[in-house]
């Protein structure tokens, strides 16, 4: 409610500033952020120079990039010094990648010089890397340090903290031993000694990894928190749940791009170009358009065929239309294992034995139906029957085996399987049933 009270009070002109810091005391700075999003240029300024400035730079880490930019460039030095020093260094770092030169080098004069290096060092990971991702800002214990003494370091250092509730125990050449949590510490004794209680089997990943296979531990592990390490193993910073559900959104994203034949991105729908989205869409067009030139030679080649009995042309969308969701249906549910961990690279006998046995139980249905359905509708010409029946059941064979390979294959070849998923394989399911069904028609009607 306090949002929608909020707007009315900047639409209709009235900045009450008094009223508007009552209503955004009791607001989450999710929801406030939410807000710069249906306003102008003009308003947007003036709504952030009356937000508290304890909660600013919080708002400031949700806005979407455009507005970042807008409230930079609005902003004196000093403001602009006071709002990044408080961000925490991943999502200073996320700010900074979405802003052009001229920004990123006046953000990078008003920082604290240790920031500014923290920031750079992170900016130096390649793209996609756990490295790129992490925050620096997290609790290290030591393994001698008492209880009591670890509370007194998260009390003076847990402000400026990403998270206190995962703190880590490194050795005095910062090498990653162990991590306890809050719960341990608050239910063990204040004398008690870290490294007695800390655990030593840790799950962690380095600077290096590729951010997906992190989100995999993740997911795999149901972690909070995990630290990431160099390649002599000290600890240099930890990836926090809260990033890693921006990359699962953002890898899935990228894969349902990749399922559409779009090339991907990571703009937004409404703010991307007209000539963006053209040219995002028009090379997989390109080529999908020209690989359908090989379902047009095989209809031609069988053009004296379709001449002696044109009532086959009528059964060549179904038959199409049926290989491609056949096959869209395997590779969709294959894709899906793999990304979960459920299905891998071993598995393919596994996988075409079960898609066989789901293509035998589907296509005997659907050609039972469509041979019923032929018969009466086509005066019951049963060797037409028999012959769109039997290229049914093939074509779902078909469709589904290869549907159910192709994922597991560029896996293998170390391609995206999503590549291999709807436009790719329905083109050559296409391709394939056609031939199908032109073979039985030579076959069973003799043509």
Not at 123 to 135: C, D, R
Not at 209 to 236: G, S, T
Not at 373 to 380: A, D, E, H, K
């Amino acid at each position: 409610m306090n949002k929608e009270e909020i707007l009315e009070l900047i639409n209709e002109g009235s900045l009450d500033i008094s009223k508007i810091k009552m209503l955004v005391s009791d607001m989450n700075t999710v929801d406030i952020a939410e807000i710069f999003e249906e306003l102008g240029t003009e308003k947007i300024i003036q709504l952030f120079r009356i937000l508290p400035k304890h909660i600013a730079s919080d708002v400031f880490s949700y806005v979407g990039s455009d507005h970042q930019q807008t409230i930079i460039e609005a902003l004196t030095d000093t403001e602009v010094s006071e709002i990044v020093n408080k961000l925490f260094v991943d999502d200073a770092v996320d700010f900074i990648e979405e802003m052009p030169a001229n920004v990123v080098k006046r953000v990078l004069k008003n920082v604290r010089p240790e920031k500014r290096k923290l920031i750079n060092q992170i900016l130096q990971y390649p793209e996609n890397s756990a490295g790129s991702i992490m925050t620096t800002e997290y609790v290290d214990l030591r393994e001698n340090a008492k209880v009591r003494e670890a509370f007194d370091t998260i009390r003076s250092t847990g402000v400026n903290k990403e998270t206190i509730y995962n703190c880590y125990v490194i050795s005095d050449d910062r090498l990653l031993v162990g991590a306890i949590s809050a719960k341990i510490m608050m239910l063990a004794r204040p004398q008690d000694r870290i490294g007695d209680l800390m655990d030593t089997n840790l799950v962690f990943t380095y600077t290096t990894d590729d951010q997906e296979a992190v989100a995999d531990q993740f997911q795999k592990y149901n972690l909070l928190a995990m630290p990431v390490v160099d390649k002599e193993e000290r600890l240099v910073g930890i990836i926090t749940v809260d990033d890693i559900v921006d990359v699962i959104v953002e890898e899935n994203t990228e894969d349902i791009h990749k399922m559409a034949a779009l090339v991907p991105t990571d703009e937004e729908y409404l703010k991307t170009s007209v000539f963006r989205h053209s040219k995002n869409r028009f090379v997989w067009m390109l080529i999908l358009m020209l690989s359908a030139t090989i379902t047009g030679f095989i209809i031609s080649s069988f053009e004296e065929g379709l001449t002696a009995l044109p009532v086959l042309m009528a059964f060549v969308p179904m038959l199409m239309n049926t290989g491609g969701i056949a096959g869209s249906q395997a590779s969709t549910l294959i894709i899906r294992g793999m990304a979960v961990g459920e299905i891998g690279l071993s598995d393919v006998l596994v996988v075409i034995w079960k898609e066989l046995r789901v293509a035998v139980l589907c296509g005997l249905g659907l050609g039972i139906v469509n041979f019923i359905r032929v018969l009466i509708t086509n005066s019951q010409n049963w060797k037409l029957c028999l012959t769109i029946s039997m290229s049914l059941f093939f074509t779902i064979m078909m469709a589904k085996t290869v549907g159910g390979i192709l994922p597991i294959f560029a896996k293998r070849l170390k391609i995206d399987p999503a590549i291999m998923s709807a436009p790719l394989l329905t083109t050559i399911c296409d391709a394939v049933s056609l031939i199908i069904y032109f073979s039985f028609a030579k076959l069973i009607l003799g043509l």
